[in-house]
């Protein structure tokens, strides 16, 4: 299913072959057929459902429901390129076992009433790496342009991607003390992924009862653990 939404109208279009036509008053709501929208709504609609043909292949292969919940935002005047927003929670942890040594990042993301997990390891690696890792996986999780609010009990990923990162860009990836930053390979695949997405960071305490990240946590070391049985291998599951 994909809302439309026109001038104040509500439009949700299955299969491209229904729409249900809701008002800007309450009760004025009806189905009807394709054919009988107005013609400027269906050239209007044409225009939009070739940048959203894809999207919404992607989020008919992620979510078990026949289709997904798109909301499409248009008005006068704007671009012919629709604003695709879908809000989200993601909780996200590294661990390691030993700094350096084996580590695990895990995600928990939240969707309306879906839950994913995503959680990797590698062999050699460090608890930041891992931190940012997570970060980088649940943001690059989301198909589409998304409303996110990222929660995280890492000071060093959040201080760096809403404090430092704009620095050390301009700065040519050179500390105030005149070093190379650390992790710059993640740190500049965050920023790309940090900038595709609305993004609000969130610190927590770790180990404090936090449900969500508690969870994060757990996906993590459950990484390491295959690593180190022999079975690593990244894991997404709904």
């Known amino acids: 299913m994909v809302l439309l939404k026109v001038n104040g109208v509500e439009l949700e279009i299955e299969e491209g072959k229904h729409v249900f036509c809701e008002g800007p008053q ?11 929208l ?40 704007a671009s012919d390129t629709p604003e695709l927003i879908q809000d989200a929670h993601i909780f ?20 309306g009433d879906t839950v994913r997990e995503r959680s990797g390891a590698e062999a050699d690696t460090t ?41 050390w860009k301009k700065n040519g990836w050179i500390t105030s003390n005149r070093k190379p930053v650390l992790n710059k390979d993640l740190w500049e695949e965050l920023d ?16 404090a009862g936090h449900s969500e990240n508690e969870k994060a946590d757990a996906v993590a070391n459950t990484a390491i653990e295959r690593l180190l049985s022999g079975n690593a291998r990244l894991s997404a599951a709904v």
């Not at 940048?51 to 005047?77: D, M, W």
């Open 127 to 167: 608890n930041n790496r891992m931190e940012l890792t997570a970060a980088i996986e649940g943001l690059k999780a989301l198909s589409m342009a998304s409303k996110v609010i990222l929660t995280t009990d890492s000071a060093y990923l959040k201080s760096g991607i809403t404090v430092w990162i704009e620095t």
């Open 92 to 111: 996200t942890d590294g661990a390691c076992r030993g700094n350096p040594g084996p580590g695990g990042w895990g995600v928990v993301i939240k969707q």
């Open 192 to 207: 790309a992924q940090n900038q595709r997405h609305e993004v609000k960071w969130k610190w927590v305490k770790g180990h």
């Open 38 to 77: 107005p013609p400027e709504l269906q050239k209007r609609f044409s225009r939009l459902s070739k940048g959203l043909a894809k999207t919404i292949e992607k989020f008919k292969a992620e979510l078990h429901e026949p289709f997904a919940a798109v909301s499409v935002q248009y008005s006068e005047g």
């Open 26 to 36: 309450q009760g004025d709501s009806h189905w009807c057929q394709w054919e009988n």
